[in-house]
């Protein structure tokens, strides 16, 4: 069954520093989502792709945070100069169209020191 | 803006006893969604409910979506060990972003 992938599965950087998270969606989708998890919380939504830009996007998404597509596969999440609040579980989803099931994959747990 | 509110935040049942868990919308909802998060692992999509007054079923889950499409609940008969984690109900935004619940967490007691 496809699935969508993540890496790292974990990222530990210090404060200030840049990172980059890495999604491969599942490869007919054409909805792709990035949402966060800080410990013991719910899942919230950070942005939505959709033909190459930004569709939607939340308050937590602010001018630190940029996503690409850079090629047909990959979906990137950066985070410019990471805060120790941006510490979380870091969910990619996909799906096919916006009435269809939405695929998490397995998310990179982001530690900022 | 849109917000889900679930209750309750936690329950502890022993196997065996049923669960139920409640979701409840500010706004109409186009749909809603249930995903299960097993500890340490991510959302996994259990069923998606469309319908006014939507009654679905899976072995011993029932979903229901309210009349108006702004509440929904989740109901387990006869908890097992394997029912253990944290299930969520999240509705869908209008560029299909999901809107999640705080999620309620079970435990099972064998």
């Known amino acids: 069954e496809p699935e969508v992938t993540q890496t790292p599965s974990h990222q530990v950087t210090q404060m200030g520093q840049e990172v980059i998270l890495r999604c491969v969606p599942i490869?007919?989708?054409?909805?792709f989502y990035w949402y966060r998890q800080i410990l013991g919380q719910k899942v919230e939504f950070l942005v939505s792709?959709?033909?190459?830009?930004?569709?939607?996007k939340s308050e937590i998404f602010d001018d630190q945070f940029s996503v690409e597509r850079p090629d047909g596969s990959n979906f990137t999440l950066k985070i410019r100069s990471t805060k120790l609040e941006d510490s979380a579980m870091y969910f990619c989803?996909?799906?096919?169209?916006?009435?269809?099931?939405?695929?998490f994959g397995p998310g990179t747990r982001l530690l900022v020191l | 803006g849109q917000q889900v509110m679930q209750i309750p935040q936690y329950q502890h049942v022993q196997e065996g006893e049923d669960f139920t868990t409640y979701c409840n919308s500010s706004?109409?909802?186009?749909?809603i969604q249930w995903y299960k998060q097993r500890p340490g692992g991510h959302p996994v999509f259990l069923i998606q409910?469309?319908?006014?007054?939507e009654v679905k079923k899976q072995k011993r889950l029932t979903f229901q979506f309210g009349e108006a499409k702004k509440n929904s609940s989740l109901h387990i008969t006869a908890t097992q060990t394997t029912d253990v984690g944290t299930y969520f109900c999240?509705?869908?935004?209008?560029?299909?972003?999901?809107?999640f619940g705080k999620g309620t967490k079970l435990s099972v007691k064998p």
């Open positions: 989803a996909s799906r096919l169209d916006r009435q269809e099931t939405q695929y």
């Open positions: 490869s007919n989708h054409l909805y």
């Open positions: 792709f959709y033909n190459n830009e930004i569709s939607e």
């Open positions: 706004t109409t909802l186009s749909n």
């Open positions: 409910l469309v319908k006014s007054g």
């Open positions: 999240a509705g869908q935004g209008s560029q299909g972003n999901l809107i």
